[in-house]
């Protein structure tokens, strides 16, 4: 999972830098798209693998993984990678609380409820269209481990239900993604630049932390899944402190803190 986070919030700050040519929502698809290309060079699957349930699992996997992603730059690009990440990390949570049993449970939930209000509240004020995407990626985060569990039976049938999945999420959101593009002349990279950014960012957004939660939910299931990201947020705030010199504030610190006391208190 630490591994998952440097890769993951490495390709995020390279998305921020992409910001300023593309769309938060494009550069999204692109990750899904790039993503989707690498892994069929390297998976190879049937056609089989496109069609019937297993098909419609991958594709729903595929789908919900490219709304989290479009969600979740959106709120990057309005607020602090931690911050983000912080609120979004809510999805998990609940995914975590659904199997609750104990007070300590509960007091873990209610942690990381208050940890969230004092986050979203400490940039509300300036900017509720993040906080709100951010929330938005939190519900999407939620489906991606339900979805994402129901293709991790095997190490074979993750890596191909991941080809199959983004690969479907490339092609029906591909009008979408037309509408974004802005057009080469409003551009300032070449051709070229373009398209290597967006298979770096596939690779170290994608493949390898999304090949690693498919390890993950094997090994852990669900629910502690849902715990273990907890390192997300503490990762994502260095992260974006190192890359982007995003510092935040106390409260925003007091928040990423309390939710992460609240996994604490989580046990498998």
Known sequence: ????????????????????????????WMRVAAAAVILLVLNRPGIKA????????????????LAMNITFYEALARLPM?????IEFLGPVVVAALGSRTPRDWVSLLLAGVG?????????????????????????????ILTGNRIAGNAASSRTGMAVGFTWA????LPLALWWWPGL???????????????GLGVLSAVIPYGLDQVVLRQAGPSYF???????????AVMGTIALGQW????????????????ALRRP
């Open 1 to 28: 999972m630490v591994l998952n986070g440097l890769s993951l919030y490495a390709g995020a700050a390279l998305a921020v830098g992409l910001f300023e040519q593309f769309s938060p929502g494009l550069v999204a």
């Open 50 to 65: 496109f069609l019937g349930r297993t098909g419609f699992n991958a594709a729903v996997y595929g789908v919900v993984t």
């Open 82 to 86: 931690g911050t983000a990440v912080a």
């Open 116 to 144: 969230v209000v004092i986050i979203s509240g400490a940039q509300w004020a300036g900017n509720s269209t993040g906080v709100l995407f951010a929330l938005a990626a939190a519900v999407m985060w939620a489906l991606y």
């Open 170 to 173: 490339a092609i029906l959101s």
């Open 185 to 199: 002349d409003a551009v300032d990279l070449e051709p070229v630049t373009i398209i290597g950014l967006a298979l």
């Open 226 to 236: 849902a715990i273990l990201l907890a390192i997300l947020p503490i990762t994502a």
């Open 248 to 263: 935040l504030s106390v409260a925003e610190v007091i928040g990423i803190a309390m939710i992460v006391a609240a996994v």
